[in-house]
Structure formats: structure tokens, C-alpha cells
């Protein structure tokens, strides 16, 4: 549902951020303080799922809901005019990510899948999953936008997507499905499956503001991103509290937590990142997935 009240030229910028384990130390400073307080008089910030953050971002600025500022799946910025990609923090991996999967039959080909059930609260997992789809195992597939539960998802589809926290459990209930079911099931990460296949980086989100919001600020851009630059470095040199907070919140092992966010997702936005943001969008246009974006 949406709360947030309707955004004025002066009031704090609307943030909309993401609700699962993977931004926790693009959040810090938010959720800690002394920063919190100080971050609240310039910003206010909502929690919701990937999807819902690019929702936000394209609705018109003044009506109830907007954002200014998204944590938005970068598929989401080849179809939102008007963003400007915040430098300095991503949500990304170098090698295996844990928390995107693509789920199948172990006794089922590529070429034999006809069905992909797809969370819906994905964007860019969607668009790489179908990149790969289309260009390297099988274009004929057909997806079925699904909520997030493998069970459900099978019984309708061949394979399944899943991402973020729940992707994270059901490879933690692996071997208890395998056993009460006594179907096996081949889980593939799709960002390692991307970096095999086109050897880039594969990036997930990227903070994004609107030129109209940064304008109303009245600060620059670079400015607006030494907020979120020193929120996630005191949030990388706060790993084990972050790993004690979440795992109070998750049915999580402490250790799947700590290697999560200090081995699976990546959270600078440097050169490789862009460049493996350029090889998304020129495969995603190639395969006719997206339309194409000019970064700004
Ligand atoms: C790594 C993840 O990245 C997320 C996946 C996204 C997507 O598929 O659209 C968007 C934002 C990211 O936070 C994850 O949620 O597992």
C-alpha cells in the first residue's frame, strides 16, 4: 500500500529502498546513529521489494508514493526517463551471488523447459535470466510472473526464479525439499551463470534520483552521493553487528549472513560495474529483452 505523504519543493527526498538482506550496509547510516537523525531531516525513506522501488521512481514526482531517490533494479533505468545514477554504490557480484537463482528439474534439459515461473519482485534478474535464455539455453521459453514460493512456482512451471531473501532460504531448505519431496532439483546462480557466459560483472541496483529532485535539493549530485558513500563504508566496517541484527531477523546461519554480504554481493560502483552495466544493456537490446539506455 502506498503511505508516503505527497512530496512538496521543500520537504525531505523520498527514498525508496529495499526491503531484503543485501542493501543492509548500504543502509547504515540510516538505520544507526548518530547519522540517522541527521539523515532524517534531508530524507525519508520507505522499505518495500525491488520492483516496487522502480514503481516509484516512475510515478509523477508530486502525487502520493513517489520517490525522488530508488534503490532501482538497473533494467528499470532503460525505462524510466529522467534518472541520473547516483555515483559510488551498487548491489552487484563478481562471481557468485547466492541470492538469484534459476531452479530446475534436474531430469529436464534447457531445451526441454517450455515454462519459467518469475518472482515478480525482480526486474533486473528477469532480464538476465531471459538474456540467457534467449541468447545461450533456450529462446521458445515463456515466463509466468509468480510470488516467490518454489513449491507453488514448480507446480505450475518447469523452472523457477527467485531472489533476494527468499531465494537465500530455499537454498538453505535444500536438502529438507529434496528429502520430502524426492525431487531433485539443479539450483543455478544466475549471476555466476552471467559472468561465465559473458565474463562481466553482473549488476543488480544502482541508487538512481530523478534531474528534478536533485534540482529541488539544491545540492549537487556528488554531494547527495557522499550520503550514501559513507553509509555503506561505516556499514562494511560494521559487518558483525549488521550479521548479529539480521540474524535475530532471518532463519539464517550467522555464517551464510557474513559471507553473504562480505563475499557474494559487491557494493562499489566502479569501472567494471559500468561496464558490465553496458554489457547488460547491449545484450538486453540484442535479444530484444529491454530497449536500449543511454547512461547520463
Ligand atoms: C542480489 C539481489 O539483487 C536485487 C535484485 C534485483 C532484481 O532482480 O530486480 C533488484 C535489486 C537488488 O537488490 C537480490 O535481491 O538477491
Known amino acids: 500500500m502506498i503511505s508516503s505523504t505527497?512530496?512538496?519543493?521543500t520537504s525531505p527526498l523520498r527514498i525508496a529502498a529495499i526491503n531484503f538482506l543485501n542493501p543492509a550496509p548500504l543502509m547504515w547510516d540510516f538505520n544507526h546513529e548518530p547519522h540517522k537523525s541527521q539523515l532524517a531531516q534531508r530524507y525519508q525513506l520507505e522499505l518495500m521489494l525491488p520492483s516496487a522501488c522502480a514503481d516509484r521512481l516512475a510515478l509523477p514526482i508530486y502525487t502520493p508514493g513517489a520517490a525522488d531517490i530508488g534503490l532501482i533494479p538497473i533494467a528499470a533505468l532503460a525505462t524510466t526517463p529522467g534518472l541520473r545514477v547516483i555515483p559510488g554504490c551498487t548491489i552487484a557480484s563478481r562471481r557468485k551471488?547466492?541470492?538469484?537463482?534459476?531452479?530446475?528439474r534436474a531430469n529436464?534439459?534447457?531445451?526441454?523447459?517450455?515454462t519459467v515461473a518469475a518472482d515478480t519482485s525482480s526486474r533486473s534478474s528477469l532480464a538476465y535470466t531471459r538474456i540467457l535464455f534467449r541468447k545461450w539455453w533456450n529462446p521458445g521459453v515463456i515466463f509466468l510472473p509468480s510470488p516467490p514460493d518454489l513449491d507453488r512456482m514448480l507446480e505450475k512451471a518447469d523452472a523457477a526464479i527467485l531472489i533476494g531473501d527468499p531465494?537465500?532460504?530455499?537454498?538453505?531448505?535444500?536438502?529438507?525439499?529434496?528429502e520430502r519431496t524426492g525431487e531433485s532439483l539443479i539450483?543455478?546462480?544466475?549471476a555466476e551463470e552471467w559472468i561465465t557466459h559473458t565474463g562481466s560483472t553482473w549488476v543488480a541496483a544502482v541508487w538512481a534520483i530523478r534531474e528534478e529532485s536533485i534540482a529541488r535539493s539544491g545540492r549537487t549530485i556528488e554531494d547527495i552521493a557522499s550520503d550514501f558513500t559513507a553509509s555503506r563504508d561505516r556499514g562494511l566496517?560494521?559487518?558483525e553487528t549488521l550479521?548479529?541484527?539480521?540474524s535475530a531477523r532471518l532463519p539464517l546461519p550467522a555464517a551464510t549472513i557474513r559471507t553473504y554480504l562480505t563475499e557474494n554481493i559487491y557494493y562499489y560502483l566502479d569501472e567494471n560495474c559500468q561496464k558490465g552495466i553496458q554489457r547488460f544493456f547491449d545484450l538486453?537490446?540484442?535479444?530484444?529483452?529491454?530497449?536500449?539506455?543511454?547512461?547520463?
Not at 243 to 246: G, R
Open 6 to 9: 505527497p512530496a512538496s519543493p
Open 97 to 104: 551471488v547466492r541470492s538469484i537463482l534459476l531452479v530446475r
Open 108 to 114: 529436464q534439459l534447457f531445451s526441454q523447459i517450455r
Open 167 to 178: 531465494a537465500l532460504y530455499a537454498l538453505e531448505e535444500r536438502q529438507n525439499r529434496e
Open 187 to 190: 539450483y543455478h546462480d544466475v
Open 237 to 239: 566496517a560494521n559487518i
Open 243 to 246: 550479521v548479529k541484527e539480521w
Open 284 to 296: 538486453a537490446v540484442e535479444t530484444g529483452v529491454l530497449p536500449s539506455y543511454e547512461p547520463k
